[in-house]
């Protein structure tokens, strides 16, 4: 057996069985080997962020990692950035880098770069195959690294020669790593915390976002000054009917320091300390507000809901928890806006929904419209890197078949990589996406203003207006093998919203609607 078929076999053995590819020259062998290896399954992705997104969908969802299949030290640039924002949800995810044959490497051909310096930004594991006869074992411990909680990205450079010659085997699965329980003296400073019936808020973030660890923070919520909040742009939030309800912490520090404002504890569980996103002059980078001690009920790899459950037992044994009850908006008449799109989709969001969030200005009033629809789970934009949603669908899609997938996109973000709609029609996904056209940056419009830069021109205007030309998505979704249509109002946003989500694959619809502010 050679290498890759060896390590294709390991990866798939040990739970990484789809990968998202966009092969080269130096992976003809992995490629090959996916003939003679059916339990791997290869998806082509036409751009390199479009595989890296869809692995961390795929990751988010599963609980395991996907692969993704990455072409030297450029393919692995492409990737980067969802990359990055996979690395901030602490996606498991196995990154295979081809390279050159070890051999070649000398000649500083044209493709030559350094590929550990790129892979080191996203990863917490990097590994240079050496030998044909190392190859699995290094891919079992590649997969190991990804899934060693709370989850992350390992990856391994496959040199082609290693790929091509014989005499490998594959290497059994390693053990998982499990996540560290909550050590006593941190739950009894978090219990005294909460006894206190000062103002204490729990944040909440990576696993504590899911149905046990929300069921959990609900119980201790009961506590007299308890209140709960949620990260900002959390991996993957368990929501709606039956599940307790959580809002998240604004993305506007203004208003996140509103919703902190009297703090007096902040137990973090599963979430950082949280910081504005960016820095605007003479306002402050952290939002705890002063005065309030913080309390970090877990860090990095603890068992997240398993801490909540012990807090909770310790200060509210008897508390069941507050499930969000069962509302959703009427169907709204009217011109089609952000808000009215909103309760539209609240309306009709169907049961177990997945929804990639990458709506941005136009997802203002999503929350509140969705909050109590059937249970779902919101996936949102973990490292605001944009150029998400698209491929995160495609990994949700292909981790979870027969639930449906709504990905909600903004027009610039969408554009990023686009050519995921490609692979929702070739893999026949049931993916909805909708589009929000609103034909601009408009969040750079509103930044603009508040970094203070003075800016009214012509010229810098231009650089944030998607228009002259207008983006044509219902030619570009069918160019690419997706149903399309355009709502310019909201009934006719309802009436395709239905359609598409009873018809099964993907569908495409632009909602034309205005910019906010
Ligand atoms: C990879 C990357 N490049 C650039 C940016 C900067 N950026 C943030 S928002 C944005 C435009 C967003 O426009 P759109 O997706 O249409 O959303 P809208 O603001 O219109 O709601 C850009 C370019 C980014 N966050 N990430
Ligand atoms: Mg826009």
Known sequence: MNGAQALIRTLASGGADVCFSNPGTSEMHFVAALDAVPQMRGVLCLYEGAATGAADGFGRMAGRPASALLHLGPGLANGLANLHNARRAST?????????ATYHKRYDAPLESDIEALAGSASRWVRRCARSADVAADAADAVAAAMTPPGGIATLILPADVSWSEGAQPAPPRPARRPAPVRGDVLSAAAAAVRSEEPCVILLGGAGMMRPGLEAASRIASAAGVRLLGETFPARHERGAGIPAVDRLAYLAEFAMAQLDGTRHLILAGAREPVSFFAYPGKPSALVPEGCRVHALTGPGDDVPGALAALADVVAPDAKPE??????????????????????IGALLPEQAIISDEANTSGLWLPGATAGAPPHDWLALTGGAIGQ???????????????????????GSAMYTISALWTHAREDLDITTVIFSNRSYAILRMELDRVGAAAAGDASRSLLDLSRPDLDFTALATGMGVPASQATTAPDFAA??????????????????????
Not at 92 to 99: E, F, Q, T
Not at 325 to 334: H, S, T, W
Not at 392 to 399: Q, V
């Open 92 to 100: 498991p995810l196995v990154a295979v880098v081809g390279d050159h």
């Open 323 to 344: 499930p969000q009850q069962p509302v959703r908006p009427a169907l709204p008449g009217g011109d089609l806006t952000g808000e009215s799109a909103a309760a539209v």
């Open 389 to 411: 949603g698209l491929p995160l669908a495609t990994g949700a899609a292909i981790a979870c078949p027969g639930r449906p997938v709504l990905a909600l996109e903004a027009d």
């Open 496 to 517: 395709q919203l239905q359609q598409a989500l009873a018809e099964p694959g993907p569908h495409l619809i632009e909602a034309i609607i205005p910019p906010i502010g």
